[in-house]
């Protein structure tokens, strides 16, 4: 996974239909240096007195005009079989990146943590198991066999993982803002096999995958988006699954938006139409 050297416009990272051919640039786990300086200072261990969560979806500050600064992501190699240093570096990055967001928000922070795990059916976390990588409170359980097989191919096995992450970040964020207890409230109500119900948890996990997107967008290169995308069109609601993720093309697309536009109000989900959540 290479990290940020200067966004190429020419480069097309647009959505890619469902009839294209994606040609995808295999990338390096060994990292390029880049020109750009950044000084970054350890994220707190605690929230800030005084800022807590809203109570609230759509009108959440997390929904605000607001965008991640560009912060070179540098990662350690990757391996396969012991991706641990890997991945914490990697959260190190999201950590870093969206605690000045929080703090311009006036909304609590505090770092996650990941941990790799075989299975995460038995765990509910106060919602229906999953069956894939999951977050809760605090934690991002993250399934290798759900990175491994990616459909990028053993070069896109990195930015798999870190896409991953930085999506159920993106419920760590949902989390710290109010914005997941207020949807699991509205979703509870409605019922969770409801079509309301269904229509809520799509919004709560296309946001995620928006604000994965502007993380992405704004710590690695071209080639490596291009990675990313070919894995999360392909991500999303499995035929004979409950939709409760978003159908692939909308999974892609919210990613994708997220990385072109790198806004949170772009974000907003909960204002969205609804075949754009379908």
């Known amino acids: 996974l290479t990290s940020w050297t200067g966004r190429d416009d020419g480069a097309d990272v647009r959505p890619v239909t469902s009839g294209q051919v994606r040609t995808m640039v295999p990338i390096s786990t ?14 707190t261990t605690t929230a800030k007195a005084g800022l807590i969560p ?21 990662l350690p190699t990757w391996n396969d079989t012991a991706p641990q240093p890997f991945l914490d570096a990697a959260l190190e990055c999201l950590n870093q990146a969206w605690q000045p967001v929080m703090g311009r928000l006036r909304l609590p922070f505090r770092p996650a943590t990941v941990v790799t795990t075989p299975d ?3 765990q509910s976390c106060g919602r229906p198991p999953e069956e894939s990588s999951y977050y809760c409170d605090g934690v991002i359980y993250l399934v290798p066999a759900s990175y491994l097989g990616t459909n990028a191919g053993p070069q896109g096995v990195s930015t798999a993982a870190v896409s991953m992450m930085a999506h159920e970040y993106g419920h760590h964020l949902q989390q710290l803002s109010g914005t997941l207890p ?6 509870t109500a409605v019922g969770w096999g409801s079509p309301q119900g269904l229509e809520l948890s799509r919004r709560t996990e296309l946001q995620a995958q928006c604000l994965s997107g502007m993380f992405m967008g704004t710590a690695f290169d071209v080639s490596s988006l291009r990675l990313a995308q070919q894995d999360n069109y392909t991500r999303g609601d499995a035929p004979g699954m409950p ?9 892609g697309e919210w990613f994708s938006k997220g990385v072109q536009r790198n806004s949170l109000v772009s974000c907003n989900t909960w204002v969205a139409q609804a075949p754009a959540v379908g």
Not at 182 to 187: G, M, S
């Open 182 to 187: 207020a949807a699991l409230k509205q979703i």
């Open 243 to 251: 939709p409760n993720h978003g159908a692939p093309q909308n999974y």
């Open 120 to 122: 995460v059916s038995a």
């Open 30 to 43: 060994s990292l390029r240096p880049t020109t750009t300086t950044v000084t970054t200072t350890p994220p």
């Open 54 to 74: 809203v109570d609230a979806t759509g009108a959440n500050p997390l929904t605000a005009i607001a965008s991640l600064a560009t912060r070179p992501c540098r």
